[in-house]
Structures are given as C-alpha cells and as structure tokens.
C-alpha cells in the first residue's frame, strides 16, 4: 500500500474512532469510577509541570511585550497586551503541551501494553466496550483536568508577568490594571478555557487510538506512544490556529 | 446446555497473506473438540475470529442462527456473552487482583450483591486451585497460575461455548492431568460446547470427542477422535503421533527433494500405536456427548490397532487421583 493511502485510511479510521467515542459518551452505566481515577491521575502528572513552565512563559512573554511596546511609545498597554497574550494563546498552549505530553503519553502507554497484553481482546470478549469502558472517561477526564489546567496556567502566568512587568521593568500596577480593563473582556477568557477543552479531547482521543492500535510487542507500545505525542503536537497547533481564526471573525474586538 | 457452531468456508488473511483458508467444520453442541495443528498456523487467529474478534475475508460462523461476521458490533456485544475465553497469556487485566480479576465480569454484567459475588468467585478459584493468591496481582503469579485465574474469569458467567488457548501450556505434568480432569468435569456439569487448541498430544489423545487438524493453511481433517486416532493420512497420523517422519518438517513442510530422499531410504513408517480410552468424568457418571469407545470404527468398518481402548498404554495416567496434590493444593 502506498503511503498517501495508509494516511488516508489512518485518518478516516481515527475519525470512525472518534464517532464510536462519541456515541460511547451516551451509553449507560457512566463509568465514574474511572473517570474520577483517570482526572486525578492526569492531573497529578501534569500540575506541577504546567505552573513551572507557565512562570517563565509569563515572565518571558512580559519581557517580549514591555520592550516591543516601549518601542512603539504604547507602555501604558503593556499589561493589557502581556495579559491577554497569556489569557488567550500562551495559556492553552502550554495547557496543550503538558496534557499530550504528560497525560496523552500516559494514556497511549496504559492504553497500548493493555492491548498487546491481550486485555482490550478479554474485555470485548466478556462483553464490554473498552471505547465505553475505558476510553471514554479518559477523554472526558482529559477535558476536565485541561480546562481546570488552563485556568491555573492563566493565573500562575499573568502573576509571573505582573510581578515581571511591576517589579524588573518599572511598570506601575495601576496602569497594567487599568489597561487590561481598557482592551480585555469576557470572551478572551472563554476562548482560553474552550481552546483548552478542545485541546483536552483531542489530547486522550489521539493517545487512546494510538494506544489500543498499538501492535508488534513493547516496542510497538514506545513507537505509538512516540507517535501519540507528535500527531497531538501537530494537530493541536492546527486546532489552534481555526480556533483563533473563527473567534477574531466572530466575537468583535474592544477598542478597534 | 452447549451451543452449536457452524463454520462454512471460513478464510483469514493479514496484509494479504493468507493465514488459513475455507475452513468448514461444526463444533457439535455439548461435545469437547480439539484443535491442533503446528506453531504460527493460525489457532489462536481461528479462535479470535469465532469470537468476532477479527473479521474474517470470507465464510460464515453461525451460532443460533445469528452470522457472525455479519453483525453488528452491537450484535456482536450480545453474541459474546455466550463464550467463555481462555487467552493464551491468560489475559488478565494487569492492574486488578486476581480476585478482582475473576469478579470483574460479575460486576459489569450482573446485579449480585457483592456476598453473592464473593461466593462464585471462591468457588471458581477453589476449581482452580488459587485459594489464597486472591490479593496477588498477575504480575506477581507465576504463568501457569495466571491462565489457571485467566480459566476461572473464562467461566465465571457460565458461558455456553469455552474456547481454551493452549489451557495446558505452562502447567508441570500434574496440572495437566488435573486440567484435564476439570475439563471433562466440567465438560459433564455444563454440558457446554469446548474448543481445546493444544500441542499437547496425551491431551489431544484422550480428552476430546473430536478431533481437528490445521496444517498449510487448511483445515487437514476434522472428525471424531477416533476417525484422527486411526487415520493412516500421512498428516494427521505425524501429527498425532509426534513423529519426525511425515510430511510436516521443522519449518512447516518438507519440500519434495526431502520427501523423495526418505521415501528412498525405505523409512518404514512405525504402527500405528493403539487407541487410548477416553478420559472419564471423576464422578464415574458419563457425559451426555460420550460415545462407547471403539463405536466409531466399527460403524465405518476401521480395525482400530492392536491394544486400543483397554487402557493398557495409558494406564499410568488415570490412577492420579490418589497422589498428595490436589487442584486445591495451590500456593496455600
Ligand atoms: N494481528 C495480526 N496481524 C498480522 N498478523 C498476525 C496477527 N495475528 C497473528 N498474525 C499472524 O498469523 C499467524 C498465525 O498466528 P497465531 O498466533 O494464530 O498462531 P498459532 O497457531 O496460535 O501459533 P502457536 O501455536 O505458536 O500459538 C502468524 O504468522 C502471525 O504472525
Ligand atoms: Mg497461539
């Protein structure tokens, strides 16, 4: 089979993959029990990364912005423009990085030895879905522990850049309030949180058909699990950029 | 009561590699049939497209009127609920108990209370001799006893068709003969349909009532195990008999150079060995499925060899009941 064809049949499988979870999403009995487990777990793995890289990312995107504002004479948006920058586009990134690499990778690898070892085989075998079972509270939980995720990342982010902004660049804190009262608004922080539940789902769904597709022993596991990451990476950024594309056609702008 | 399943022109492929192809064969309700055939020919492919685990190219498999491959996978979720299976690696979920492991289809499947569940599960591993490994997870048992628990899960909802992924493979000899024991037994209490893949050939010999035989991608012959155990097809009697002379060589088939250079030699084909009589029910009782021994060659006029079914072969492995190790005698 040639190689354009397998990509298409991957796709086209991956997104048959992705109906089947959404009708597991109806089916009763709601597997709470895993859902409560599979939160905790992915949030466990993925706090304490996700407020360590967003300190330096705020700090950064501060430093970025309080020069480049300077030079176009507009200081007093600097924590308008820091804030929102976070708000908006760093924090579900970062959100985005953190859940495919430390949970999406975690998933694919559970996912992937159970299938080599032959459980997922068992398990249809007693009669149980394991895209209702087990798949579909790991999309959900990946949902949930983003979107929660992606509101710690925003505050610990804004913090980082407000104490960068106030304390090394001499900025005062009533001009970085008020400037972010000027430019920002409500929306900003629900395309965050949306980008971030979107970035969630497609986070578990990538891992767990990478996983339960997995075959040719541990080493197929590692292989999928490498390319869980990737296509999540990828995949993310084009989610990204449509989702920032439609929300600056459809929700207008402050000020302009 | 066991459940019929009838397997018409049956043909799997991977990548386009034909793995076996049009194998027709009926497992007869109740009866316990055996399927052999040598390494990487497809057994355990067979057993996971009878379970619509995998799809085959072409055939049918039907059981109570419903083709398999023809349903739905809804349908299939309903259809599977009539099999037991014993995976190969036992196929226990590595994060749960074996306790957990055994109650787990108990829990999704049925409204026991958790007393009701705890009573079936001991019973099962009872059978299986795991009392006590209850807490143990499977990564800390040893092979052997996660396909003994991997047995126990197989029939914890009394399915009405078990298949068995090599059940003996990994046991020590004695455990053999137990399983065995417990398959007949069990064979006489359910009256379910058993399907056995084995490269165990006492096994093969004395337990089923039918006997199959793939080799080069076919079904060799499938029939009663008297019809194999007679057989003189230079095969099915190699294979059945565990001899180097014959047409299957250590990488699948001997080409026709190495056949022509043995069939120059004059190797002199050994006698075929007698007949064993077929393992009884502990209890004494028989089995609904069982046959007199030796009817099937007198209906279709064979000489079985010389000595069969007198036991006289055989008869050092039917007196293992009084030995100090019972099935019970697990890691207590
Ligand atoms: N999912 C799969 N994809 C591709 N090829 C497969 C798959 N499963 C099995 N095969 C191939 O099918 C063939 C038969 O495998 P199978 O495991 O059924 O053999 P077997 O008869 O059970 O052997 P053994 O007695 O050693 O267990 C092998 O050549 C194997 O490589
Ligand atoms: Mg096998």
């Given at each position: 089979m040639s190689a354009p064809v397998t990509a298409v049949r991957r796709s086209g499988e991956f997104f048959a993959f992705c109906l089947d979870a959404l009708r597991g999403l109806g089916r009763r009995p709601v597997q709470v029990r895993e859902f409560v487990q599979q939160a905790w777990f992915i949030s466990s793995v993925s706090i304490l990364p996700a407020a360590l890289v967003s300190i330096p990312f705020g700090a950064v995107i501060a430093l970025q912005l309080g020069s480049l504002v300077r030079q176009l004479g507009a200081q007093s948006f600097t924590g308008a423009a820091s804030v929102l920058a976070v708000v908006r586009e760093a924090g579900p990134i970062v959100t985005a990085l953190i859940i495919a690499g430390a949970g999406g990778s975690a998933i694919c690898a559970d996912l992937g030895s159970r299938k080599i070892r032959e459980e997922l085989d068992a398990m249809q075998v007693l009669g149980i879905d394991p895209i209702q079972r087990l798949v579909v509270p790991r999309v959900l939980a990946s949902m949930l522990v983003a979107v929660l995720l992606n509101g710690l990342v925003s505050v610990v982010g804004v913090s980082g850049g407000y104490a960068f902004n106030v304390v090394m660049q001499g900025g005062t804190p009533g001009a970085y309030l008020a400037s972010f009262q000027a430019l920002g608004q409500l929306p900003d922080l629900l395309v965050g949180e949306v980008k971030a539940l979107l970035f969630g789902a497609a986070a578990a769904l990538v891992a767990s058909y990478k996983g339960m597709t997995a075959k040719g022993g541990p080493k197929g596991v590692g292989d999928a699990v490498n390319q869980s990451v990737v296509i999540t990476f990828m995949l993310l950024f084009a989610l990204n950029f449509l989702v920032t594309a439609v929300y600056f056609q459809v929700v207008p702008q402050k000020g302009s | 009561m066991g459940v019929e399943v009838a397997v018409q022109g049956l043909t799997k492929s991977f990548n386009g590699q034909?793995?076996?192809?049009d194998i027709s064969l009926t497992l007869p309700a109740g009866e316990i049939s055996v399927l052999l055939g040598p390494s990487g020919t497809g057994k355990s492919v067979f057993l996971k497209t009878l379970v619509g685990l995998l799809r085959p190219d072409r055939g049918s498999i039907v059981i109570e009127g419903l083709d398999l491959p023809r349903l739905s996978e809804r349908a299939l979720y309903e259809v599977r609920k009539l099999f037991g299976v014993l995976f190969q690696d036992g196929a226990l979920f590595g994060s749960m108990t074996i306790y957990d492991n055994v109650a787990f289809p108990l829990r999704e499947h049925t409204r026991k209370t958790e007393a009701e569940i705890r009573a079936v599960v001991t019973e099962k591993l009872d059978m299986v001799g795991l009392v006590g490994a209850e807490r143990k997870l499977p990564g800390e048992i040893s092979g052997g006893m996660r396909k003994r628990a991997g047995l126990a899960r197989a029939l914890v909802l009394d399915p009405r068709i078990v298949l068995f992924d090599e059940p003996d493979s990994g046991l020590d000899p004695v455990r053999t003969a137990y399983l065995n024991q417990l398959i007949i037994d069990l064979n006489q209490r359910t009256e379910a349909t058993f399907l056995i893949v084995t490269h165990d050939i006492n096994t093969a010999r004395t337990v089923p009532d039918n006997i199959g035989l793939i080799y080069h991608g076919h079904l060799a012959m499938f029939g009663p195990r008297e019809m194999l155990l007679s057989s003189t097809e230079p095969v099915v009697r190699q294979f059945l008999n565990a001899q180097r002379i014959g047409p299957i060589g250590m990488a699948e088939e001997k080409d026709a150079e190495e056949l022509a250079a043995e069939a120059q030699a004059g190797v002199e084909l050994p006698p075929l060995p007698p007949i064993p009589p077929q393992l009884p029910p502990s209890d004494g009782r028989p089995r609904r499925a069982e046959r007199p021994p030796g009817q099937w060659c007198r209906e279709h006029g064979v000489t079985p060899p010389p000595g069969s079914f007198t036991g006289a072969e055989w008869s050092g492995q039917r007196d293992h009941q009084a030995g100090p190790v019972g099935t019970g005698g697990g890691p207590r």
């Open positions: - | 034909p793995v076996w192809s």
